[in-house]
């Protein structure tokens, strides 16, 4: 036997046992003549202590006999800290070269050694209790679903494009050259088509595929639990997975959330935090005051389709230089902005930006309209409606952030319901479905789905709805199209030829002609699933082996060339160009 206990579990209960423990040597600590050495495994630290000298270096594998003792000086951090075993023999099972960082809670390793070396920083704490949060919410969500008569059931990894709207990853076929797969970005139509094959409550925690231009934290693949359900209504699936999250919550973290968790539309949720992702934590909504400041003289506003405001609780002590910092903050590209105007309701008085266009009087029932009271600073923004609502929705959670109105251990989540379908893109003059081409119309929007005039097709909305958690997207997903003339319809609002949708989309459109039944569904990302309820923002260390910002894999070198013989066997060539 290598042990009889693990290096986590002993307590004072058990002084005068011997014992064996098997792990790691952290670190050794010399005093007087008695070594003290910290022993890790996976459920924490046992302290060591020997008579003499030991020659152990850091992460050497031992196995170590002795009797628990009381110990002198108590840890009161290490739950094992009222004990020590005293050694009578170790036996050394492997040695290890010197790691290139420390493994403790907090390392001296930066970001890019870490991952190379990643089984190593896998054996740190935080990293043990991320994964170990991870197993957590997977067996939740396994029991709850299971416990709703959801089936697992696996879809294949080696498809066709499923348009999600990122770029595919492609696999070369050997076996019919000039062919490829592509890795799912989702397997939505696979679920869907299970719906059709009658499996009714369908769901998999599964990997998925997304080429996109890696913006922070993303990853080239990633996790969700993706789920379908047959025979039922938006209402039914938000049911359900109201209910999944909350037993997630409840049985992981001890935290209650509403019930029923807050709705809003799409439409709201723009106007009123310039997000579909809205962080509910905290107010500073925005407020359009177009009609209280235009046809004053000033020309910035007086042309602007739309003028909007959020009021900054607190914030009128914000000095000149603060205000320049964050005009230039929304001049960024990022945001986009041309200027930021403020009204300043400071102790003697308000004072803006903008004093000459405006009467006191006049920027004080500006103040009123938002609700700003004396002490606040509000910020406007002008331009067209949704590109400046972003914009200020953007400096609000920035201002959020830095007023540290964001706490990560206080949960927000809400269902953003009433998404439009479409979405016109004017570069290439064209819908885009704003969901995915899946997706049916409202019902009650049927007449205007079939309109073919733009200004109609805008007014669709969707049975579609985002689970969201402090401003972020968690999940997402839809009311199915289930009838093939509408799934053709869809494609051909979507300006996709009918022998491209064939060609891409023919065995979906076919299934719906056998038979099938109504159904919709919905996925959750599971690694920020992970990552928030980790009281974390980055997804990196809930995922055990990720990519870096470049998706590379710098332990394995990943991506990397193949050789000349497998290029040939899939009659490639790689066309380099310098
Ligand atoms: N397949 C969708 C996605 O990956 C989710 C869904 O509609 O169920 O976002």
């Known amino acids: 036997m290598y042990r009889t206990h693990t290096c986590g579990e002993l307590r004072i209960g058990d002084a005068g046992k011997k014992v064996t423990l098997a792990g790691w040597v952290q670190r050794t600590r010399k005093f007087g003549s008695m070594t003290f050495i910290d022993l890790r495994d996976r459920y924490g630290i046992t302290q060591l202590v020997l008579d003499g000298d030991t020659d152990l270096g850091r992460e050497y594998v031992i196995q170590a006999t002795g009797q628990v003792v009381k110990r002198e000086s108590v840890n009161a951090n290490l739950p094992t800290g009222e004990i020590e075993i005293k050694v009578e023999s170790i036996n050394v099972l492997n040695k290890a070269q010197t790691p290139p960082f420390t493994i403790e809670e907090v390392s001296d390793g930066g970001e890019d050694l870490r991952a190379k070396y990643r089984y190593l920083d896998l054996r740190r704490a935080p990293l043990q209790r991320a994964l170990a949060l991870r197993h957590r919410l997977a067996q939740e969500v396994r029991n709850y679903l299971d416990a709703q008569g959801f089936m697992e059931v696996e879809t294949p990894y080696l498809i066709k494009s499923t348009p999600e709207g990122a770029r595919d990853f492609v696999v070369p076929s050997r076996m019919n050259q000039g062919q490829f797969y592509a890795l799912p970005q989702s397997p939505q139509t696979f679920k869907q088509l299970l719906m059709v094959a009658g499996y009714d409550r369908y769901f998999q925690i599964v990997r998925c595929f997304r080429d996109e231009d890696l913006r922070a934290d993303r990853q080239p693949e990633f996790t969700q639990i993706d789920c379908e359900m047959s025979f039922v209504q938006q209402e039914d699936v938000l049911d359900t997975f109201e209910g999944m999250m909350r037993a997630m919550f409840r049985n992981a973290l001890g935290v209650d959330i509403p019930n029923p968790l807050p709705r809003m539309s799409w439409y709201d949720a723009m106007d009123r935090y310039g997000s579909d992702k809205p962080d509910i934590r905290f107010g500073m909504e925005i407020h359009e005051i177009s009609s209280l400041v235009k046809g004053h003289g000033f020309g910035v506003f007086d042309s602007a389709d739309y003028v909007g405001a959020i009021c900054v609780p607190g914030a009128a002590g914000y000095t000149r230089k603060q205000i320049d910092e964050l005009t230039e903050w929304v001049k960024r590209p990022q945001v986009g902005a041309k200027g930021l105007i403020y009204i300043r309701m400071g102790e003697e008085g308000i004072k803006s930006s903008v004093d000459k266009f405006y009467t006191p009087e006049q920027l004080s029932e ?213």
């Not at 893109?425 to 789905?449: C, G, I, Q, S, V």
């Open 366 to 578: 500006v103040a009123a309209a938002i609700g700003a009271k004396q002490g606040d600073l509000i910020f406007c923004l002008c331009g067209a409606k949704r590109k400046t609502q972003t914009q200020l929705g953007v400096l609000r959670i920035e201002m959020g952030n830095r007023l540290g109105l964001r706490d990560p251990k206080v949960f927000a989540p809400l269902w953003i319901v009433d998404f439009p379908l479409l979405e016109w893109d004017d570069e290439t003059n064209r819908f885009y479905a704003m969901h995915h081409p899946f997706t049916a119309p409202k019902p009650e929007h049927m007449e205007l789905f079939y309109s073919n005039r733009k200004e109609d097709l805008e007014k669709v909305c969707a049975n579609a709805y985002d689970f969201v958690l402090n401003g972020n997207e968690l999940g997402g997903g839809s009311i199915r199209i289930h009838q093939a003339d509408v799934q053709e319809r869809m494609f051909e609002v979507l300006g996709i030829s009918k022998e491209d949708a064939d060609y891409k989309f023919g065995f979906i459109i076919n299934a719906f002609k056998y038979g099938a039944p109504p159904h919709g569904g919905l996925a959750f990302g599971f690694d920020r699933l992970c990552a928030l309820f980790g009281g974390q923002e980055t997804i990196r260390d809930y995922i055990a082996f990720p990519k870096n910002n470049q998706g590379r894999d710098v332990m394995i070198d990943s991506p990397s060339l193949i050789d000349r013989e497998q290029l040939e066997e899939l009659k490639l060539i790689v066309k380099t160009e310098k």
